[in-house]
């Protein structure tokens, strides 16, 4: 146990520091405090030093030096049960310091807000806390350091119930929270500069990772796996915290509602409904009518698998819509918002999982990059975020697109970006009418495309793949149906024994030469 003696204060948040001064009075500790803080306390009647009194040094350069001083660390860094230690303390009027609480300039929220400038950020980057910070969790032996005000709590039990003392335990858990926040502190430097000089993190030799614990769900993606949701350093909420009703969301909730969103971004300026399931789309429904009939169309690509999944809509719900959703078993909503009608209709519905999710802040907050653990690594890329504009693509046979075919290939070719590869979708310009997902051969996923298609005409249809065609099979398969146009991105050694079989098929093909793999 160590004894509380003399506490050094130093904070930019002021948050319960009078509740934890007030602790420290009870139990007799010499409290000394600097610039901002000292005056907080000493206006809520506590007693205090001010360090610049202590050192005999002012504080200068507006505030940027204060506590860098052999007085402030030779206090915190001293053995205070070191013979040759206390004998230059007193040689040199040093007095240890038992406690350290310091939490730093708000230098992620700062350049977090709009509009903030590099000399503005560069004004709040703390040098004195952290160096404080660390000296003194080096020092846990000797001296406890409170870094968030969540440790106050439990630093004030432990002072009551060990008549002013502390535990090598609590110090050591302290000093380990003490590390971890001054290296958060220094990534988040890091990123910022790096992103303002254009330097791009990926490319770099290093690339490190600083999230915190937001949520913790009830199991991973099956009951025997543990998991959490986590943000990145400093963000206190997520696009998916607004659950307006239903359960909690789960592992894979999050994860199916995350593939929702991004392809609904493709969408997000018209009237449109997408339906997630596992991680692809089973379907997607635009309309210049109304948001009901977006749906009725995403529904209408595969009804059956539709049942358990995600309904995505760009646009605010309302009470028809709503409606024809609950009429099949759905596991989550999401939209930008929602008239009272449509929330009426869904509380209809208990377990429904209702999400509020504004589509104007998704691009603000997602992540310019994905990640994948691979064995002992991680592999690291930057988001697919590149469409082309399928007007520009290569018409590569003598059948040129209709009109109509060219707005079917746009919604076909935006949708097998998030469809996992191997990679088929048949649609027209309203909806998708079928969709081939993940298997090993591309020829499998043509025919469960096609076979999924049950419309009657087809020369308004266009199919899009998300890679090239390896053999002429898929076509020949397509041309048993029906299909008159193709869209991928070419690049095979086989590519004209492909465009050829198009040719002798009546259809129109186009090279985009940009594929999307997603695995």
Known sequence: M????????????????DQLAKVLAEHDVEIFSSGGTFEFLKS?????????????????????????????HGGILSKHDHPQHIEQMKAHDIVPFDVVVVNLYPFEKTVAQHGVTQDQAIEKIDVGGPTMIRAAAKNFHHVTVLTNDRQYEEFAEQMDQNQGSVSLEFRRQ?????????????????????????????????????????????YGENPHQQASFYLPQGETSSLFDKVLQGKELS????????????????????????????????????????????????LACDPISAFGGIVALTQKADAKTAQAIVETFTEIVIAPAFEQDALDVFAKKKNLRVLEIPFDQIKKKWASHTLRTLGDGLLVQQRDQWMIDVRKAKVVTTIKPTQDQWKAMELAWK?????????????????TLGIGAG???????????VQKHVCKTTHHVAVASDAFFPFRDSIDQMSTHGIKCVIQPGGSIRDQEVIDAANEHGMCMLFTSYRHFKH
């Open 44 to 72: 809520k009647g506590f007693s205090v030093t001010e360090i610049s009194t202590y050192t005999g040094f002012p504080e200068i350069m507006d505030g940027r030096v204060k506590t860098l001083h052999p007085k402030i």
């Open 174 to 218: 302290c000093s380990v929270e003490a590390f971890a926040r001054t290296r958060d502190y220094d990534e988040a430097i890091c990123n910022y500069f790096m992103q303002s000089t254009h330097q791009e993190t990926l490319l770099d030799q290093h690339f490190s990772l600083t999230y915190q614990k937001h949520q913790a769900m009830r």
């Open 2 to 17: 160590k004894k509380i003696r003399r506490a050094l204060i130093s904070v930019s948040d002021k948050n319960h520091i």
């Open 439 to 449: 298997q090993m051969s591309r020829v499998d996923s043509t025919i469960i495309a």
């Open 415 to 431: 949708v097998v970006k998030h469809v996992k590869s191997n990679a088929i979708v048949l649609a027209d310009q309203h909806q």
């Open 251 to 298: 592992y894979n909730n999050l994860l199916d509602a995350h593939g929702a969103l991004e392809l609904m971004m493709e969408f997000q300026e018209e009237t449109a409904v997408g339906i997630f399931k596992h991680s692809n789309p089973c379907g997607l429904g635009l309309s210049q009518d109304s948001l009901a009939q977006a749906y009725e169309r995403a």
